[in-house]
């Protein structure tokens, strides 16, 4: 069930039943993008949608499909201030599929340089779009869960949500 509370800057709560991740998610718009997105705990699943945008419905589709465990589709997202390597790392680590997973190392192949296993942990770290680029689906070469901008915690809920086990 999702409840819509609309208010001046706030465009959307959405609080789901607990077959949901415990987490909550802030979606920040600008314009006709978003400009960045923050997680945050929650007992259950809790989403925020701040700014005034004709996205409102582009992001509670996002929502609900990614509840479904299923892939969502691409959001339009501000990358115009993150640098060349940056944009190329996050939008690799945007093509990794829902319930699976990928190395730094193996990021760092696809964006053309094998040697930056390191700066595509910095990439993740940095994210200003967590969940919507999902840097909790890369991990360390060994399959263990590597690290997370937020807790070791929420990356493991999310992983286990999307029906991917790793070890810790």
Known sequence: MIEQNDSTNLLLDASLEASSPSFGVSF???????SRVTLFDSPSFYCNIYGKSPLK???LNWIQTYLKK?????????????STFTRKGLLAIQKIPFGSTASYQEVARKVGDPKAARAIGNVCNRNPFPL?????RVISANQSI?????SLELKMN???????????
């Open 158 to 168: 999310l992983l286990t949500f999307e029906n991917k086990f790793l070890l810790k």
């Open 57 to 59: 419905n582009q992001i």
């Open 146 to 150: 590597g690290g997370f901008g937020y």
């Open 132 to 136: 919507v680029i999902p840097c909790h």
């Open 70 to 82: 299923q892939e969502p589709p691409p959001l339009p997202l501000d990358l115009s201030h993150l």
């Open 28 to 34: 920040y718009l600008e314009g006709n993008a978003i």
